[in-house]
């Protein structure tokens, strides 16, 4: 079977992250977002009828402010997840997945964000990138001399006692170690 899917990347960031003193969502020309597909990490998993996909996508945020000359940068990664339905997959099947690509890019400014202090809540960016994909979703089976086909793990698809419980590993490179510093 197969589906297609939308993953959403999400992050919001306060502006006093990368702007100097004084600055303020007002002062704001334009916001560049401009993820790289390449440097992606994301770790998926089967589980009874869905499929569930969580990840990073780095990105690199400009900023364009008025009365400073050069743009306001941050690298950082925006972390994104979906869980999409596939009636029939099983724990035990395998799962194929195209490249994803950029469906949309949206940004707002304003979004009320905890300072980088943590202690109040500030003027900040929102920053989402839709992303979309086709899941595939097999399983081996065989087809015997009458041509009924059989599934070649048997008890694939029986019900659990408890809810499956998966910790997807770091991702490598440091990819995702929360928002990166500003570049002047």
């Given at each position: 079977?197969?589906?297609?899917?939308?993953?959403?990347?999400?992050?919001?960031?306060?502006?006093?992250l990368i702007a100097p003193a004084g600055i303020?969502?007002?002062?704001?020309?334009?916001?560049?977002?401009?993820?790289?597909?390449?440097?992606?990490?994301?770790?998926?998993?089967?589980?009874?009828?869905?499929?569930?996909?969580?990840?990073?996508?780095?990105?690199?945020?400009?900023?364009?402010?008025?009365?400073?000359?050069?743009?306001?940068?941050?690298?950082?990664?925006?972390?994104?997840?979906?869980?999409?339905?596939?009636?029939?997959?099983?724990?035990?099947?395998?799962?194929?997945?195209?490249?994803?690509?950029?469906?949309?890019?949206?940004?707002?400014?304003?979004?009320?964000?905890?300072?980088?202090?943590?202690?109040?809540?500030?003027?900040?960016?929102?920053?989402?990138?839709?992303?979309?994909?086709?899941?595939?979703?097999?399983?081996?089976?065989?087809?015997?001399?009458?041509?009924?086909?059989?599934?070649l793990v048997q008890h694939r698809c029986q019900?659990?006692?408890?809810?499956?419980?998966?910790?997807?590993?770091?991702?490598?490179?440091?990819?995702?170690?929360?928002?990166?510093?500003?570049?002047?």
């Amino acid at each position: 079977m197969f589906k297609n899917s939308t993953k959403v990347a999400e992050i919001t960031f306060p502006l006093d992250l990368i702007a100097p003193a004084g600055i303020t969502i007002a002062d704001i020309i334009s916001i560049n977002v401009v993820p790289d597909l390449n440097g992606i990490t994301q770790n998926a998993r089967i589980i009874q009828d869905k499929v569930v996909n969580i990840g990073l996508i780095p990105a690199t945020i400009t900023i364009t402010v008025l009365g400073i000359q050069l743009p306001l940068t941050l690298t950082t990664s925006l972390p994104f997840q979906e869980h999409t339905d596939c009636p029939g997959a099983c724990p035990e099947d395998r799962l194929h997945e195209t490249p994803l690509e950029v469906e949309g890019i949206f940004t707002q400014p304003g979004v009320p964000v905890l300072g980088v202090a943590g202690l109040e809540l500030v003027e900040g960016i929102l920053v989402k990138v839709i992303l979309r994909t086709t899941i595939t979703v097999t399983r081996p089976i065989v087809v015997d001399k009458e041509g009924h086909k059989c599934d070649l793990v048997q008890h694939r698809c029986q019900p659990l006692t408890t809810p499956p419980t998966v910790t997807f590993p770091a991702p490598p490179n440091g990819n995702g170690n929360g928002v990166g510093g500003p570049t002047p």
